[in-house]
């Protein structure tokens, strides 16, 4: 598991990514908090989940949803 270093920048946060966790520059990204997580997907990425048969849900729902089953999972394991 990699570590970032987090910077205040005014009223903003940076988050200093390691290289093997970088995102392609100008490259637009979900972030979503759920409990102690932030998760951050490419937003072209959860474009696609949405285009793979999601039916009426949004993009950002639909990655919620997958989200809150994955922590529930987790959650299970401990």
């Known amino acids: 598991m990699s570590e970032a270093k987090i910077f205040n920048n005014g009223e903003s946060q940076v988050v200093i990514l390691p290289k093997e966790c970088r995102f392609d520059l100008n490259q637009k990204v979900i972030i979503k908090k759920i409990g102690y997580m932030v998760v951050m997907v490419p937003e072209d990425i959860v474009n696609r989940l949405f285009e793979s048969g999601s039916g009426s849900a949004s993009p950002v729902s639909l990655l919620e949803g997958?989200?809150?089953?994955?922590?529930?999972?987790?959650?299970?394991?401990?």
Do not use: A, C, G
Request: net charge negative.
């Open 66 to 78: 997958r989200l809150q089953d994955f922590q529930e999972e987790k959650n299970r394991d401990y």
